[in-house]
């Protein structure tokens, strides 16, 4: 399929920074995202969990029918462009709507002060733990390989600075998004709500369990790098449904691959090509 230019596969494969050295351990900082059975009632009708972060917590979650047009800005709109020109023009990318989000989330709000003079740059930063915000190249291509037409719920597992998740509120208010690290989930949902992303909702959890109360979800987007695709993940997908997840061979190699579960027979898989991302934490490094 959807295999890309063979030029923006090396300057994806070198270009993505990998973080190393997280330890395994059995201690989980943030509540484990298990949730109730499939008798509960549906999570809009519940209390938040105690570990959700900032906007979920603090505010009654959005209803899809409630009106929605994501934020605009103007600062370093210049940068901003030249950064989609990379993307359609470098990559080849002509998906106008992914183009569009890239065009006006502020990726400079997301990466951190230090950093701030690179944010429109065609690589990945560091955040924090080793953690890293995605190249935006593999942001625009992992948001068009979920193939939204709007209005879809998504899960997003691995939010970091919260810059994938605002994207994706450019094609839908239902956006879930859930990361491991209490320091990085707290962060994150602060950003997106002072910036005005308010349809986000954000936990502190391990998502390799998802995000039970809130699936199905049409599509999933995983931005960490695992051996095999979680079973939680593929039973909270939709029949129909999408997922997008970084997988490594067994010679290490990690490629970007899209999972598809059909309306009626086998889970497909096929991949895109190489990538490096982060490894999956099942442990809160910052609670060490
Ligand atoms: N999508 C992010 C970049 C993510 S980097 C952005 O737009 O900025 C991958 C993130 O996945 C890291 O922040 C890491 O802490 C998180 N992560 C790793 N394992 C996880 C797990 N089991 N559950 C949830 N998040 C996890």
């Not at 890239?102 to 690589?123: C, I, K, L, N, W």
């Not at 320091?183 to 391990?206: F, H, I, M, N, T």
């Not at 979680?230 to 029949?239: I, N, R, S, T, V």
């Amino acid at each position: 399929m959807t295999a890309e230019p063979s030029r923006s596969h090396s300057r994806v494969f070198l270009s993505v920074v990998l973080a190393m050295g997280m330890g395994l351990g059995v201690r989980l900082g943030c509540a484990p995202a298990e949730g109730p059975g499939p008798d509960a009632p549906p999570a809009r009708a519940r209390a938040a969990p105690p570990e959700t972060a900032g906007v979920a917590a603090h505010q009654p979650a959005p209803r899809a029918e409630r009106p929605w047009t994501p934020p605009t800005f103007t600062e370093r709109q210049g940068e901003r462009d030249e950064m989609v020109r990379v993307i359609r023009d470098g990559y080849g990318l002509r998906d106008e709507a992914v183009l569009k989000a890239m065009g006006t989330v502020p990726r400079h709000e997301f990466v951190p002060s230090a950093y701030a003079a690179q944010a429109y740059a065609d690589h990945p930063l560091p955040t924090v733990h080793g953690q890293t915000i995605s190249q935006p190249y593999i942001v625009a291509e992992m948001t068009r390989q979920l193939r939204l037409q709007g209005g879809e719920k998504v899960l997003e597992v691995g939010t970091g600075s919260g810059y994938q998740a605002a994207v994706l509120t450019h094609f839908t208010t239902q956006v879930y998004t859930i990361e491991i690290i209490k320091p990085l989930a707290d962060s994150a949902a602060e950003r997106l709500k002072r910036l005005g992303y308010r349809v986000v909702q954000v936990r502190c959890g391990d998502g390799f369990f998802g995000w039970p109360e809130a699936a199905p979800f049409d599509a999933i987007m995983v931005t960490f790098t695992v051996d095999k695709v979680p079973e939680a993940l593929l039973a909270q997908l939709k029949p129909g449904g999408r997922m997008v997840v970084p997988v490594a061979d067994t010679d290490a190699t990690e490629w970007l691959t899209v999972v598809e579960k059909p309306s009626a027979g086998e889970v497909t898989s096929h991949r895109l090509f190489p990538v490096r991302f982060v490894p999956l934490l099942r442990e809160d490094p910052s609670r060490r």
